[in-house]
DNA sequence: CTCAGTCTTTACATCGTTGGAACAACGATG
DNA sequence: CATCGTTGTTCCAACGATGTAAAGACTGAG
């Protein structure tokens, strides 16, 4: 592998002339610029990252903190911050933490300027005390922590009340909730997103329709939605608080022969590429996701280039999309 | 951020004695060590992977060229990667072609020794000719390449017709096949072992139950499904060579209201995590993406440790698993 | 023909780490 | 008591790049 030193050698000139060639910096000589850029392109030198961001105090990666990649919302996710990341010459160094506190806990621990330049956080566990960070970072979603960090995602609340809003419209009563969770920040947005839509519309908040997922697993869907299918009085309509749990709960309802949408409409959140092509299809809350990635690369460039202080909280756009699993065709 | 030397001066030995510990190289006083450990915990201290891997003439990282990670395969895959690569002490970077020439061309040539130090390729456009790496590298899935690169993967042929006997084993006749394309050497070897089973079968090969499909996208199944109903005799069934393929399939089948599996039987490949969920559920060849990714990884491993030259093909087992999408309830 | 001022190049130190050589301390050995 | 081998420590150079300062080349004005 060649180096600054080889190509110097070979257009005769210094180290620091090609290095500054390489830059862009400076005034060069055309004659040694072409010269070097001869040697250049003879040798087919590149850079060497390590050793450039060591001088420069940078490392040339930031870090991309999720659950699991194989859940598709995130792996869609890390596909746009991949490029979006590109776009500022960072490389992206994905860490799954399955959700638990010690996964998070140690790949927040791993974090540092030694490694990372910055970091895009998606936490499920971690409480206010464990966001000791040395680097900048963005936090995707709403959290249940109060913490001085940036922000970025949609409004949860409107979110989910769009789409228990629809549901209602269409003469839906009977309204579940599937996902509610003790600790997640954003459950509890998207459970306070749902009373609000019921009591707008007078319908009571019946606590046996709202049903807890530990994770947000097709399985966890499933299991939820047989609960429900056994109540004396079961749903007509679910509002789940993720596309996985509403796929895993139109099985379930698929399994004991309950039709969707005509004895129960199903909604989602997310919109997985998968929930265009179940049966049916399922109506799903889209947040704009190229937004969401572009949105926090782009912050986190500009906290590394420049420390300005003022915390930011960036709200993207989203959508509902209706499909079949509420209007059947 | 605290660096050898801070720790050095704190517990007042040199440099090398830190570092020394902190490797747990040769022989230090046990008095000394003590006092180097309380100072790496006061000031807690972390190596600086660059400067580390600068001297050690490593980058600590491998990277993970793929198509997309909006593909369930290739990012439930990656998650499995990360982790294997985690024993190791590597970090894991994931560049995304989208399968186009052009995207895998610039991806290998951003490779080098200067900042990966090994590759793992799933490439579907690259010829031969473009296999001039400069680190150690694994090749997932067959290819219409033939280079002297390691490879890991199942095999094909029998896997395609371990799915297709199923089929025929239910009774079907006229069995159609998507997935079809010129140049992807998977794709040849899947359809080679569709004919094999065909013919072990005394079934004739019918051309127009062969579709190809230029993407192995969802919308490409459902193409592709709707052209085979178009047909004066339809097919009573299909085996498609990914999941995404048959998910698809069954999206088109459903459309037309075409029953799975009683008028039509399908098979996908893959095992994405989704299939188990779909409706009706989805019988698939399921290899195993743990095998795989673990494979891979330490066969870089042991390349970049010692250059040992044999070129290792590695087979890894497959199953099939029969879901709804052939057998009903 | 000198000098100031601008352009261009170079030598050197430096980023944080580790390998190797050199050196120091030590008890054991003859 | 000189010598030795073992153990423990330090010093120095090096990995490949870049910032700094200073030296060198060139220009035009006086």
Chains 1, 2 share one sequence.
Not at 229 to 258: Q, Y
Not at 286 to 312: F, G, N, Q, S
């Amino acid at each position: 592998m060649a180096t600054l030193k080889d190509v110097a050698r070979l257009a005769g000139v210094s180290v620091k002339t090609v290095s500054n060639v390489v830059n862009g910096y400076s005034f060069v000589k055309p004659d040694n610029r072409r010269r070097v850029e001869e040697a250049l392109e003879a040798t087919g030198y590149r850079p060497n990252l390590g050793a450039r961001n060591l001088r420069r105090g940078r490392t040339g990666f930031i870090a991309l903190v999720l659950p699991e990649l194989s859940i598709p919302y995130f792996a869609e996710l890390a596909g746009l911050v991949i490029a979006a990341a590109q776009e500022h010459e960072w490389n992206v160094l994905i860490e799954q933490t399955f959700g638990t506190l010690a996964g998070e806990r140690s790949a927040l621990a791993s974090l540092g300027p030694h490694l990372v330049d910055a970091a895009i956080l998606s936490p499920e566990a971690l409480q206010d005390d464990d966001f000791q960070l040395s680097v900048p970072a963005v936090l995707l979603g709403e959290h249940a922590v109060d913490v001085p960090i940036d922000r970025v995602g949609i409004d949860n609340v409107a979110a989910a009340q769009t789409a228990v809003k629809h549901l209602i419209s269409l003469g839906r009563t009977r309204i579940a909730a599937i996902g509610a969770h003790p600790h997640r920040g954003t459950a509890a947005l998207r459970l306070e997103g749902y009373r609000t839509a019921l009591e707008e519309a007078s319908l009571p908040f019946v606590d046996e329709l709202v049903v807890p997922a530990l994770n947000y697993h097709r399985a966890d869907g499933a299991a939820a939605m047989k609960s429900l299918l056994d109540l004396s009085t079961p749903p007509d309509a679910v509002f789940c608080f993720n596309d996985l749990l509403a796929i895993g709960a139109m099985r379930a309802a698929a399994e004991r022969l309950v039709r969707v949408p005509s004895d129960l409409a199903v909604v989602g959140f997310d919109n997985n590429e998968e929930s265009a092509y179940s049966s049916p299809s399922l109506t799903s809350v889209a947040p704009d996701k190229t937004a969401i990635a572009r949105a926090a690369v782009d912050l986190l460039h500009r906290r590394v280039e420049a420390r300005d202080d003022a915390l930011e909280d960036v709200q993207t756009p989203f959508s509902l999309l209706v499909r079949e699993s509420t209007v059947a065709r």
